[in-house]
């Protein structure tokens, strides 16, 4: 299922769409199902967080069907939280992961507000003094 997946997404890039149902995921390709997964059993371009898919290989970000247009260094820094989640992923880790020194908390702020937008039922938590971590 997962490699039949796998060449749907390389396929149809840029139509591919998923809703995170409990533990399932259900892909989808333009308005119609073609599989549901265990969110253990998602391709590694594909992640999800709540109601949140991100997949990494089109760098798009969706909440169920809402798109969420992310700036490259806005996706670069959710793809380190969504990739360490249940984790504080500290500001200096952040920004040498998304090579985002320069005006940081202001795209971390523009990240929440997009997301919330979306409709993404999870949030961005500060730790003060330490660093960031998702809550889905």
């Given at each position: 299922?997962?490699?039949?997946?796998?060449?749907?997404?390389?396929?149809?890039?840029?139509?591919?769409?998923?809703?995170?149902?409990?533990?399932?995921?259900?892909?989808?390709?333009?308005?119609?199902?073609?599989?549901?997964?265990?969110?253990?059993?998602?391709?590694?371009?594909?992640?999800?967080?709540?109601?949140?898919?991100?997949?990494?290989?089109?760098?798009?970000?969706?909440?169920?069907?809402?798109?969420?247009?992310?700036?490259?260094?806005?996706?670069?820094?959710?793809?380190?939280?969504?990739?360490?989640?249940?984790?504080?992923?500290?500001?200096?880790?952040?920004?040498?992961?998304?090579?985002?020194?320069?005006?940081?908390?202001?795209?971390?702020?523009?990240?929440?507000?997009?997301?919330?937008?979306?409709?993404w039922n999870g949030?961005?938590?500060?730790?003060?003094?330490?660093?960031?971590?998702?809550?889905?």
């Amino acid at each position: 299922e997962a490699k039949r997946l796998g060449e749907i997404l390389s396929r149809e890039e840029g139509r591919v769409w998923a809703k995170v149902v409990g533990d399932r995921v259900m892909i989808h390709v333009g308005g119609t199902p073609v599989a549901t997964l265990s969110s253990k059993d998602l391709p590694n371009d594909l992640l999800t967080a709540g109601n949140l898919t991100m997949n990494v290989s089109t760098r798009q970000v969706n909440c169920n069907e809402r798109f969420a247009s992310l700036t490259r260094t806005e996706f670069d820094i959710l793809l380190v939280l969504i990739e360490n989640q249940h984790r504080v992923m500290t500001y200096e880790a952040l920004i040498e992961e998304s090579h985002s020194r320069h005006s940081f908390n202001q795209h971390v702020s523009a990240v929440r507000m997009k997301l919330r937008v979306a409709g993404w039922n999870g949030r961005i938590t500060t730790i003060r003094g330490v660093g960031l971590r998702i809550i889905a």
